[in-house]
């Protein structure tokens, strides 16, 4: 079973600057697509960035600009560089992997932006 571990995440002043890393457990591991999810307190779970295999990827408006979702395949770890970081971008991120039969998640990152 391949696992996802996020890392990354803290707490950051308004404007300021972010990575965030997922690495899959497994070298084998082929996705179709990749993604960073967010959940921010007492929201509903919405997707901030995507990147398929082919290295195509969609952002979610309120993000796009000043995030920028990355692979790198031969280390298995996808990245999220989040710039002009705003209070409004508080949340867990969540790593999500699409295999074709099932998705994978990895535990989540707390992203804290002060103002």
């Known amino acids: 079973q391949v696992r996802l571990v996020e890392s990354g995440g803290g707490l950051v002043q308004a404007g300021g600057p972010l990575r965030l890393s997922c690495a899959a457990s497994?070298?084998?591991?082929?996705?179709?697509?990749m993604g960073w999810y967010r959940r921010a307190p007492g929201k509903q779970r919405e997707l901030v960035a995507s990147i398929t295999s082919g290295g195509s990827t969609n952002y979610a408006d309120s993000v796009k600009g000043r995030f920028t979702i990355s692979r790198d395949n031969a280390k298995n770890t996808l990245y999220l560089q989040m710039n002009s970081l705003r209070p409004e971008d508080t949340a867990v991120y969540y790593c999500n992997a699409d295999l074709g039969w099932t998705n994978i998640w990895g535990q989540g990152t707390q992203v804290t932006v002060s103002s």
């Open positions: 497994s070298s084998a591991f082929r996705p179709n697509a």
